[in-house]
C-alpha cells in the first residue's frame, strides 16, 4: 500500500474514534476539515514525489549529453592534424590530443601533468617553457608564429603556432591553451618560389640586360639607317647634280661658244665683202654669245664652290640699293637693247645684314631673268618693304609669266626647267638654284609667283 493512502487511512480512523468517543460531539465542518488536510498532504506528497523523479531523469540526460560532448570534442580534437593542448600555469599538460601524444610517443592520458622537459631535448623545452611564461605573464596571446617542434618519427618541423592565456571566472590566468599545425611542407614549398622568383629576377635582369644590348643595337643600326638614308640622298642629289653639270657642259655651255666660233668665222671668211653694219650685227651676236657664256661659267663656278662648300660665307651690313644700282647699270646695255625700263624704289637708307657677294649674284640672276622674259618695251620694277625682323626684296617684271606646273618646278635640282627668253635668250635654270641656295645660306627665304601672260614676281627675304 502506497504511504499517502496508509496515511489517510490513519488519520480516518483517528478521526472515526474521536468521533465515537465524543459521543457525536463533533461537527461534521471538523471531519471535512480533516478530510481536506489529508488531501493536500497527499497531493505535496505526490507532487514531492515527481519532481524527485524528474529531476533523477533530467540529471541523467545532462550527465549522457555533457557526456556525449566530450566524446565528440575528443573525437575532433584527436583527429584534428593540429597539436591541441591545454597547460597549467606550471606549464604541465592538462589536456593533449592524439597529435601531441603521437609526438611524444604514448598516450593522451600518460601526459596529463607533465612538463616537455620530460619528453622533448632541453633546448626546445626550456624555449616552450619560457614562450608559455611569457605569454601567460603578460596575458595576452601570441598568434601564427613560427616555432621549431618534432614529429611522431623525431624528425624536426617547423609550426604556425597560437597560444592563448587561460583564464578563470575571476580574470585570472590559471593556464594556456595552444594549437599548431605543421607548416614545413609550405616553408620548403616557399623556399622554393623564393628560389623560383629569385631566378626569374635574375633571368630577368638578364633579359632586361639584353633587351637594353637589343635596343642599343637597334638605335645604332636606325642611326646607320638613318645616315645610309643620308648619305644615299645626299649620293642621289650629287649624281643629279653631275647630271645636271654635264647637261648644262654638254648643251648649254657649248651653244654660246659654237655661236661665236660660227660668227667670228663667218667675219673671218667674208669680212671683206660685209659692210659696216653687218659686221656690227655680228660684232654684237658675238659680244651677246660672249656675255652669256660668261654669265653661265660664272654660275657654274659659284654652284660649283656651294656644292663643294668652299664658297666663303662673309655677312655683313650693306646698304641695299646702292648694290642694285650696280647691277642696273651692268645690265644697262642688253635691257637698252629690248627697250626695257629697269626701275628701282628701294629707299637709299634700306640696310641689310648679308653676304655681299652672295646677294650681288641673287639680284644680278634675277634682273637678267626678269629681262630675258620681258617682251620688247616692257618694264623691271625692283621694290623691298620690312617684314617683321627682315627686309623683303621683290624683282617683278610684266613678261610671259608661267603656268602653276612650271612654277612648282623653279628652284629645283632634281627636275629641268628651262625657257628661251622672248628674244631667243637660252637659260638652264641654274641661275634660279643658286639663287635659292644663297638666300637659305643668309637665313632668308625666296618664292615666285606668276601667272601667264601677266609676269613674275619673285620675292627673297634678308635679315635687317
Known sequence: MHVPILFIHLILNFSTNIIVLASGQITIIVILAVIIICMAIYSFYYVFLRYRKEKIKTEALIRESILHERNQLRTLIDSMPDVIFIKDRQSRFVVVNQMVAGVMGTKPEALIGKTDFEFYTPDLAQRYYDDEQAIMQAGEAKINYEEPHLDE???????????????????????????????????????????????????????????????????ELAAQAQYLTITNTELDRLNKTKDKFFSIIAHDLRNPFNAIMGFSELLCRDFNEMDDKQKLGLLELINLSSESAYNLLDNLLQWARTQTDKIKFSPEYFELSGMVKQVIDLHGIIAEKKQITLESAIPDSTRVFADKNMIHTVIRNLISNAIKFSHKGGKVFISSFENGAMTEVVIRDQGIGMSRDNLSMLFRIDTYYSTAGTSGESGTGLGLIICKEFVEKNQGRIRASSKPGEGTAISFTLMR
Not at 624528425?155 to 592563448?164: A, E, P, Q
Not at 611542407?185 to 629569385?198: C, F, N, P, S
Open 153 to 219: 618519427h623525431g624528425n624536426r618541423i617547423i609550426l604556425s603556432t597560437s597560444k592563448v592565456p587561460l583564464k578563470n571566472s575571476n580574470g585570472e590566468v590559471i593556464g594556456i591553451v595552444g594549437i599548431g599545425r605543421d607548416i614545413t611542407r609550405l616553408k620548403r614549398i616557399e623556399i622554393q618560389l623564393r628560389k623560383k622568383t629569385e631566378d626569374l629576377q635574375e633571368t630577368n635582369r638578364l633579359l632586361e640586360e639584353r633587351q637594353e644590348e637589343i635596343m642599343d643595337q637597334s638605335e
